[in-house]
């Protein structure tokens, strides 16, 4: 499959009056054309500094991208000029944040809205602008769009500013689109309802989707592959069936049995307890030592390697290891 981005040891640090914070600590990702690959993880993982810092949206200062590289078709992202980049942004990458009344101008209306990106990144008439964002706002299911294109944000219900955010987001035809937790902020029926959306764009236009959230019900719905950050890395990556059905990181076990289901009703959730650790100054060892339950003497002395389960599964455990597994074995032995 043909790679459309590469994230290759990438680290992000925050300068504060308390000191560093590694917010992201090499972490290796890639994302194939077309597909959908979900990150997931607890606030604070850095799943959305990492997507960011793709955007080259780190605030700089305090923010910085200190190692790695992004390469998009090829090119590295963390070279681009500021110019380079405002090309690229909006045009071949495309972000949905959050929020989506927070992402909309409240004193501009939608059409203005709507067209701005597209009329500062191409040179197109007014009537072509106007046209592109009718399209748009039909493809994204909005109803009468000649009238809600002369409305203000105010006079769209939370789903509806969500399809206005994902219109804007795709109006210049982008490559590669970064949805930051774009459900959140909804109530459940428009979750679907915007999942079952981005299903049909993916299919319609081939865009590579990237989804930033926390909510394992939604990388259920829509993702091809699925990465699962802890601290600042990502601890164990698969296809959904791995990462569902054959997770071998006691995170990941740990995050699917925290999940409600209905098909084990009545049974108590499993949380994991403890907090993350400290980013100001992580463990140089595997940072889910303090709260794993077969953490071993080695864990919080060196970082585990990743191990290849299969072409898509990789994990970063100690368990994998042919001496842990052996010890295991002869554990269950007895
Ligand atoms: Fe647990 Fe050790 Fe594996 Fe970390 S490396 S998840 S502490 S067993």
């Known amino acids: 499959m043909e790679k459309i981005l590469e994230v290759n040891d990438l680290h992000v640090?925050?300068?504060?009056?308390?000191?560093?914070?590694?917010?992201?600590?090499?972490?290796?990702?890639?994302?194939?054309?077309?597909?959908?690959?979900?990150?997931?993880?607890?606030?604070?993982?850095?799943?959305?500094?990492?997507?960011?810092?793709?955007?080259?949206l780190i605030p700089d200062p305090p923010g910085k991208i200190s190692g790695g590289s992004i390469l998009f078709n090829g090119r590295d992202l963390t070279k681009l000029s500021d110019k380079e980049m405002r090309r690229i942004r909006g045009v071949d990458i495309s972000m949905i944040f959050q929020d989506p009344m927070t992402a909309l101008n409240p004193t501009l209306t939608i059409g203005s809205q709507l067209m701005e990106g597209l009329r500062q990144h191409h040179k197109i008439s007014s009537d072509h602008a106007k046209k592109k964002a009718l399209e748009?706002?039909?493809?994204?299911?909005?109803?009468?769009?000649?009238?809600?294109?002369?409305?203000?944000?105010?006079?769209f219900s939370g789903g509806m500013r969500q399809r206005i955010v994902i219109a804007m987001a795709l109006i210049c035809e982008p490559e590669l689109l970064i949805a930051d937790e774009p459900t959140t902020a909804l109530d459940v029926t428009i979750q679907a309802q915007i999942l079952e959306l981005f299903e049909k764009i993916q299919a319609g236009t081939g865009v590579s989707i990237i989804l930033i959230t926390h909510d394992l019900g939604v990388v259920a719905k829509i993702a091809d592959r699925i990465a699962v950050m802890y601290a600042g890395k990502i601890i164990e990556v698969g296809t959904k069936r791995e990462i569902f059905y054959e997770q071998?990181?006691?995170?990941?076990?740990?995050?699917?049995?925290?999940?409600?289901?209905?098909?084990?009703?009545?049974?108590?959730?499993?949380?994991?307890?403890?907090?993350?650790?400290?980013?100001?100054?992580?463990?140089?060892?595997?940072?889910?030592?303090?709260?794993?339950?077969?953490?071993?003497?080695?864990?919080?002395?060196?970082?585990?390697?990743?191990?290849?389960?299969?072409?898509?599964?990789?994990?970063?455990?100690?368990?994998?290891?042919?001496?842990?597994?052996?010890?295991?074995?002869?554990?269950?032995?007895?």
Not at 137 to 152: A, F, H, S
Not at 276 to 296: E, H, K, V
Not at 318 to 325: I, M, V
């Open 248 to 334: 071998e990181h006691p995170y990941t076990k740990g995050l699917l049995k925290s999940v409600p289901r209905l098909d084990l009703k009545g049974e108590k959730l499993t949380p994991i307890d403890g907090t993350p650790p400290d980013l100001f100054s992580p463990p140089q060892g595997c940072p889910f030592t303090a709260r794993c339950p077969m953490a071993m003497e080695v864990c919080d002395k060196v970082y585990p390697f990743s191990s290849e389960l299969s072409d898509t599964h990789h994990v970063d455990c100690w368990l994998q290891d042919e001496r842990a597994k052996q010890l295991l074995a002869e554990a269950a032995a007895k």
């Open 13 to 56: 640090t925050f300068s504060t009056y308390g000191g560093t914070v590694k917010a992201v600590r090499g972490v290796n990702f890639h994302l194939n054309k077309g597909e959908t690959l979900a990150i997931v993880g607890e606030s604070g993982c850095g799943k959305s500094v990492a997507s960011n810092a793709i955007m080259r």
């Open 136 to 155: 748009m706002m039909d493809l994204v299911g909005i109803p009468n769009p000649e009238e809600r294109l002369k409305q203000y944000p105010h006079q």
